[in-house]
């Protein structure tokens, strides 16, 4: 294995903004999107440091993502920078995870830290942990889900416990 198995949903979410990245440039292929803003609350505190991602399940689009700040709040990005989500009806995974050491220097690695050793193919020695339930940051178990819509307000409040 080149790495970790708890360093996919980082790994993960740091190839998904490059290849998000890489397919901006086409405008004729980009889908609408409308802004979404949000807070995630865990165990009724803010979660800051969390990502925090949409899944389109009614049309084939690119998943929006956003990192949450200190008091919780996340914009999400689809395309540039805070565009927002496409329309529609979207699985939600939220992950937060803390790495204990790996940078080389002995303190946690960054994902792109993370993200250029996988894209290496360098084993990573570091092991992380999730700090909130794991099924939230698996698709096929967290149980979240929420409509954006193409028109009003598009603000959610993300409530999880554990």
């Not at 080149?2 to 980009?30: H, N, Q, Y």
């Not at 929006?64 to 920078?81: C, E, R, S």
């Amino acid at each position: 294995m080149l790495f970790d198995s708890k360093w996919i949903p980082i790994v993960g979410f740091a190839l998904t903004v490059l290849v998000a990245a890489g397919c901006s440039g086409d405008e004729a292929e980009r889908l609408d999107v409308v802004p979404v803003t949000g807070k995630v609350l865990y165990n009724d505190r803010p979660l800051p440091g969390a990502q925090v991602t949409f899944r389109c399940e009614e049309k084939n689009a690119p998943p929006a993502m956003g990192i949450t700040g200190p008091d919780g709040t996340f914009q999400l990005t689809t395309y540039d920078d805070g565009d927002g989500a496409v329309p529609g009806e979207h699985l939600v995974t939220v992950a937060k995870y803390a790495s204990t050491g790996g940078s080389g220097a002995g303190g946690p690695e960054t994902m792109e830290e993370a993200a250029a050793r996988a894209e290496k193919g360098i084993e990573l020695e570091a092991e992380s942990r999730s700090l909130i339930p794991e099924a939230y940051a698996d698709p096929e178990r967290s149980n979240l889900r929420e409509t954006v819509k193409e028109d009003g307000e598009n603000n959610f409040t993300i409530e999880l416990s554990g």
